[in-house]
C-alpha cells in the first residue's frame, strides 16, 4: 500500500469526492474522503473545513486513490482569519503553559487558542468557532463581539454582542447600535397576546428605551404605556440636560405615605381647567415676594375659630359693597380702635 501526497484544487459536495493535482503535475480526479460516505459505518458527509487548498496523504486500494487525511503544512496567514475567544490568555494564549515557544514551525494555521489539550474544539474561515471545553466551558463564537461564553464555574453566563435581539411572547428586547454610533436599549411589549404582545405582531403598549430615544435625541431613559389605538397613554422622560417630563392624557394619582417635601429654585406654574379641591389638616405659608390673587367668581372663607390679619402697611378694600355683621343669634361686640376715624360719603 503506497501512500502519496497532493493538492486538492476542487472539491464536489454533491458527489463527496475531490480533484488533486500530484506535484510531478498529474492530476486524480474524483478521488473520494475515506470515512465520510459510501459505506454502512461511515460517519456521514461532515465537511468540517475548506479541503480546497490542503495537502492530501493518497492511499490506493485495488488500485483506486482515496484521501485517508490531510497534511499539516507549516505555514501561518498574515492576517488571522480566527481570533482569539477572549483576551484572558488563557489556554494556548497564556505563554507560561501550553502556548510556550517549541521551535520554529507553527501548524496552527491561524487558528483561534484559547483551549486546552482534551477540549472539544470546531473552528472555520472568517473567526467562526465552538469550544467545549473541560471543566464546564462552552463557547459559541461568531467573531470577537458576538459570542456566547458559558462557564460551570458560579454558573456564568455571558452573551457579547454588538447589536442584540430578544423576541418573545411579550414582544422584544433590543440594544441597538445604529450607523451614526447612537446606541440604546428598547423593551417594546404588552400583557394580551395577539393585540399587544407578539413575537412577530401585535401594537405594543409598554416602551421603554435607555441610550438613544427615538425622536427624542436629548432624552437618556423615557418609559410609556399608550392603548393599542394609541388614543390614551402615559409617559415620563428623563434627559440629560437635567430635565424631567411627565406627561398623561388622563388622571394623575399621587399618594405619599408619609412626608413630601418640594423645593423649586425657579417659577411654579398651576393650571386648572376644572375645580380645585385641597384638603390641609393643617397650613403655615410664607411669601416673601409679591403676592396677587384674581378670582373671576365668588370666593367664599370659612373659618371656624378665630381669624387674625396683620398688615405691616395699609389696608385697601375696594368693594361694589361692604356689609359687616357678628355672628348670628344676638350679636356679638364688635370693637374698632385708631388713632381717627373718617367716614366720607362718596
Same mark, same amino acid.
Request: proline share 4%; net charge negative; charged share 20%.
Given at each position: 500500500?503506497?501512500?502519496?501526497?497532493?493538492?486538492?484544487?476542487?472539491?464536489?459536495?454533491?458527489?463527496? *469526492?475531490?480533484?488533486?493535482?500530484?506535484?510531478?503535475?498529474?492530476?486524480?480526479?474524483?478521488?473520494?474522503?475515506?470515512?465520510?460516505?459510501?459505506?454502512?459505518?461511515?460517519?456521514?458527509?461532515?465537511?468540517?473545513?475548506?479541503?480546497?487548498?490542503?495537502?492530501?496523504?493518497?492511499?490506493?486500494?485495488?488500485?483506486?486513490?482515496?484521501?485517508?487525511?490531510? *497534511?499539516?503544512?507549516?505555514?501561518?496567514?498574515?492576517?488571522?482569519?480566527?481570533?482569539?475567544?477572549?483576551?484572558?490568555?488563557?489556554?494556548?494564549?497564556?505563554?507560561?503553559?501550553?502556548?510556550?515557544?517549541?521551535?520554529?514551525?507553527?501548524?496552527?494555521?491561524?487558528?483561534?487558542?484559547?483551549?486546552?489539550?482534551?477540549?472539544?474544539?470546531?473552528?472555520?474561515?472568517?473567526?467562526?468557532?465552538?469550544?467545549?471545553?473541560?471543566?464546564?466551558?462552552?463557547?459559541?463564537?461568531?467573531?470577537?463581539?458576538?459570542?456566547?461564553?458559558?462557564?460551570?464555574?458560579?454558573?456564568?453566563?455571558?452573551? *457579547?454582542?454588538?447589536?442584540?435581539?430578544?423576541?418573545?411572547?411579550?414582544?422584544?428586547?433590543?440594544?441597538?447600535?445604529?450607523?451614526?454610533?447612537?446606541?440604546?436599549?428598547?423593551?417594546?411589549?404588552?400583557?394580551?397576546?395577539?393585540?399587544?404582545?407578539?413575537?412577530?405582531?401585535?401594537?405594543?403598549?409598554?416602551?421603554?428605551?435607555?441610550?438613544?430615544?427615538?425622536?427624542?435625541?436629548?432624552?437618556?431613559?423615557? *418609559?410609556?404605556?399608550?392603548?393599542?389605538?394609541?388614543?390614551?397613554?402615559?409617559?415620563?422622560?428623563?434627559?440629560?440636560?437635567?430635565?424631567?417630563?411627565?406627561?398623561?392624557?388622563?388622571?394623575?394619582?399621587?399618594?405619599?405615605?408619609?412626608?413630601?417635601?418640594?423645593?423649586?429654585?425657579?417659577?411654579?406654574?398651576?393650571?386648572?381647567?376644572?375645580?380645585?379641591?385641597?384638603?390641609?389638616?393643617?397650613?403655615?405659608?410664607?411669601?416673601?415676594?409679591?403676592?396677587?390673587?384674581?378670582?373671576?367668581?365668588?370666593?367664599?372663607?370659612?373659618?371656624?375659630?378665630?381669624?387674625?390679619?396683620?398688615?405691616?402697611?395699609?389696608?385697601?378694600?375696594?368693594?361694589?359693597?361692604?356689609?359687616?355683621?357678628?355672628?348670628?343669634?344676638?350679636?356679638?361686640?364688635?370693637?374698632?380702635?385708631?388713632?381717627?376715624?373718617?367716614?366720607?360719603?362718596?
Amino acid at each position: 500500500m503506497d501512500i502519496e501526497t497532493g493538492t486538492i484544487i476542487s472539491v464536489n459536495v454533491a458527489k463527496g *469526492v475531490c480533484d488533486i493535482l500530484l506535484p510531478k503535475g498529474a492530476f486524480l480526479y474524483d478521488v473520494p474522503i475515506l470515512g465520510t460516505a459510501g459505506s454502512a459505518h461511515s460517519g456521514g458527509y461532515s465537511w468540517l473545513s475548506d479541503y480546497r487548498g490542503a495537502v492530501a496523504a493518497i492511499i490506493r486500494i485495488n488500485g483506486t486513490p482515496y484521501i485517508l487525511a490531510t *497534511v499539516p503544512v507549516p505555514s501561518v496567514p498574515k492576517v488571522p482569519t480566527s481570533p482569539e475567544v477572549t483576551s484572558t490568555q488563557t489556554g494556548e494564549g497564556n505563554t507560561l503553559t501550553y502556548g510556550r515557544e517549541s521551535g520554529t514551525h507553527d501548524y496552527s494555521g491561524g487558528r483561534g487558542n484559547a483551549f486546552l489539550p482534551g477540549d472539544k474544539y470546531l473552528a472555520a474561515d472568517g473567526g467562526a468557532e465552538l469550544l467545549l471545553g473541560r471543566e464546564g466551558f462552552v463557547v459559541l463564537k461568531a467573531s470577537s463581539l458576538a459570542q456566547i461564553i458559558m462557564s460551570a464555574l458560579r454558573d456564568n453566563l455571558r452573551i *457579547v454582542a454588538r447589536e442584540f435581539e430578544l423576541f418573545t411572547d411579550f414582544g422584544v428586547v433590543r440594544c441597538s447600535h445604529a450607523g451614526d454610533g447612537r446606541t440604546g436599549l428598547t423593551i417594546e411589549g404588552g400583557a394580551e397576546y395577539g393585540t399587544e404582545a407578539a413575537p412577530d405582531g401585535g401594537v405594543s403598549t409598554v416602551h421603554l428605551h435607555m441610550g438613544d430615544t427615538p425622536d427624542a435625541p436629548e432624552a437618556r431613559f423615557g *418609559v410609556r404605556v399608550n392603548s393599542v389605538d394609541g388614543a390614551e397613554f402615559v409617559g415620563l422622560v428623563f434627559r440629560k440636560d437635567g430635565v424631567l417630563v411627565l406627561g398623561t392624557s388622563k388622571d394623575a394619582i399621587f399618594s405619599v405615605g408619609k412626608d413630601c417635601s418640594v423645593t423649586i429654585e425657579g417659577d411654579s406654574i398651576l393650571q386648572v381647567a376644572g375645580s380645585e379641591i385641597v384638603e390641609v389638616g393643617g397650613e403655615e405659608r410664607s411669601v416673601i415676594g409679591k403676592r396677587e390673587l384674581t378670582t373671576t367668581a365668588d370666593e367664599t372663607h370659612s373659618v371656624g375659630g378665630d381669624m387674625n390679619l396683620q398688615v405691616a402697611g395699609t389696608l385697601n378694600i375696594g368693594a361694589g359693597g361692604i356689609s359687616i355683621s357678628s355672628s348670628k343669634g344676638g350679636g356679638a361686640p364688635c370693637t374698632l380702635t385708631c388713632s381717627s376715624l373718617n367716614i366720607v360719603k362718596g
